[in-house]
């Protein structure tokens, strides 16, 4: 079993930036590959990015790429993403979820953390 916390959500204005980061208990974090996801209401949760065990390799969904960054610390059991350039089209739910294989399909994740709610005003 893995337990994943996000935290790092909130409010803030068009252009502006926020550091999400996931903690991770349980289970050796190194052993999974870690994504995120985000969701607005009467939507289907979409890919963000995906990252490797080993942190060598990550994957951006079209929409963010170049303004966020996803990276993993496996000595802290931790996973961030940076998000830079913030509209109010990344206003959602963030969720890191970790699984065995590093892809942009929820199929492939195991583990769920709870989501932080990130708000961009225009």
């Known amino acids: 079993q893995v337990q994943l916390v996000e935290s790092g959500g909130g409010l803030v204005q068009a252009g502006g930036s926020l550091r999400l980061s996931c903690a991770a208990s349980?289970?050796?974090?190194?052993?999974?590959?870690m994504g995120w996801f985000r969701q607005t209401p009467g939507k289907e949760r979409e890919f963000v990015a995906a990252?490797?065990?080993?942190?060598?390799?990550?994957y951006y969904a079209d929409s963010v790429k170049g303004r966020f960054t996803i990276s993993r610390d496996n000595a802290k059991n931790t996973v961030s993403l940076q998000m830079n350039s913030l509209t109010p089209e990344d206003t959602a739910v963030y969720y890191c979820?970790?699984?065995?294989?590093?892809?942009?399909?929820?199929?492939?994740?195991?583990?769920w953390g709870q989501g932080t709610q990130v708000t961009v005003a225009s």
């Open positions: 979820a970790a699984g065995g294989s590093y892809s942009e399909r929820e199929y492939f994740y195991d583990y």
């Open positions: 349980g289970r050796a974090f190194s052993s999974y590959a």
């Open positions: 990252i490797r065990r080993s942190g060598g390799s990550t």
